[in-house]
């Protein structure tokens, strides 16, 4: 079946009892059973749910897995991979990723005793320097928030793979219609479901695919003992948006080309980053394994002062000053006060991220549109 197919109809059976085509919200905490133990299949909801079922059968199905578990959060469906540790275990990690992930590592559950090695993941070497007989697991992103750093996945698998590591991929940048980490040796994928998998910004919520069954299990133990399940309706909304992923992705690379490529040649622009530019370091590998390029830039002005951007960031009109991403309307952020505020700021000015960087999540607006608003943005900026 093609994908684009199966974003329509992945996880989605007409309702038995009814007919109806979309699958219903059932908003039960608990479920009736004929006798202790003898029940349809669900006893209590946080266990399971049969709207959250749908959705997790249409998670496997798009990313091209077998298994689907969705979260409460795309930082619950992380701390999940994380419980399957125990002090004393390390993993290895981007230097450059998502502030909230950082967060997480560092300030929870580093004081169990779990080990994290920050390194330039774009160089395996760099990866490969850091293996020794504790380390239990590899943490990427690709692209990478907000540098947009492309991680070798195929190359990651290897290491991994050679040394008993589990591989968890963050695919939220790249979304299923643009990356498939299952398919190029990755033995997890971790989705903040809130971003494109939703699309419509209106919902908080995570996801986790595999496709071995014994860590499948391991890890709905932990969702099923920890609790951070999303309500039906949450998962009602995701299984809508899913519907329009395919065709959705399709206007962010379209639009998000248009925009890169529009600042590249802007002469106030210092540097954009991209991964669809030839010239990009990850180029090569960013065209092998993902289809198109997405809709998630960063760059910098030349005139490269914080005031300069803060104007920026609070000049736009289509483009909306807020943190997230992968919503059908465009964002402008600033990574270094909101999304990654949690990161020292010795340590991203170290990994490359300054205080002047900006992120675009670029909506499905017309481009035309959105490449006026920022031009005027810019202007305004530089011209004080």
């Known amino acids: 079946m093609k994908k684009s197919t199966q974003y329509i ?39 399971q749910n049969p709207t959250r079922q749908a959705l997790e059968e249409a998670l496997a199905i798009i990313e091209d897995g077998k298994y689907g578990l969705a979260f409460s ?14 002090p004393g275990d390390e993993v290895i990690c981007a230097n450059d990723m998502y502030g909230g992930t950082y967060r997480l590592f560092s300030k929870i559950f580093q004081k169990f005793g779990i080990v994290f090695h920050y390194v330039d993941m774009t160089e395996l070497n760099n990866v490969v320097a850091c293996v020794n007989t504790h380390t239990k697991l590899i943490w990427a992103e690709t692209p990478t928030n907000p540098l947009m750093n492309i991680c070798d996945i195929r190359g990651l698998a290897t290491i991994a793979k050679n040394n008993g590591i589990l591989l968890c991929v963050d695919n939220t940048f790249a979304s299923p219609a643009l990356q498939n980490p299952l398919t190029l040796g990755a033995d997890i994928v971790m989705h903040s479901a809130t971003k494109y998998l939703s699309g419509h910004s209106d919902v908080i919520q995570g996801a986790l695919i595999m496709n071995d069954k014994a860590l ?11 609790g951070a399940v999303p309500g039906p309706m949450d998962c ?20 998000g080309a248009k925009i890169a490529h529009f600042l590249k040649a802007h ?24 289809k198109d390029f997405g809709g ?4 910098e002005l030349k005139n490269d002062t914080i005031e300069t951007a803060r104007k920026l960031l609070s000049s736009t009109h289509l483009f909306s000053l807020a943190e997230s991403l992968g919503g059908v309307e465009s964002l402008i952020n600033h990574p270094a006060s909101m999304t990654h505020a949690s990161i020292p700021r010795e340590e991203r000015i170290k990994n490359g991220l300054s205080d002047t960087l900006i992120r675009l999540s670029v909506g499905i607006e017309d481009a035309d549109d959105l490449i006026a608003d920022l031009d005027h943005a810019i202007q305004s900026a530089v011209q004080g």
């Open 236 to 255: 009602f909304l995701v299984l809508r948006g899913i519907k329009t992923l395919g065709i959705r992705m399709e206007r962010h690379s379209q639009n």
């Open 296 to 299: 998630m830039i960063s760059f």
């Open 73 to 86: 959060s795309g930082v619950a469906a992380t701390d999940a991979v994380i419980k399957l540790l125990k």
């Open 216 to 226: 499948r299990d391991e890890l709905y133990f932990i969702q099923k003992s920890c």
């Open 9 to 47: 109809h992945a996880g989605a059976h007409p309702d038995p009892s009814t007919g109806a085509i979309m699958t219903p919200i059932y908003q039960t905490s608990t479920y009736v059973q004929e006798a202790p133990g003898v029940n349809k299949g669900f006893e209590y909801a946080r266990s």
């Open 267 to 290: 002469p106030a622009i210092q540097k954009v980053y991209w991964p669809g530019f030839a010239d990009h370091p990850g180029h090569a590998i960013a065209k092998d394994q993902m």
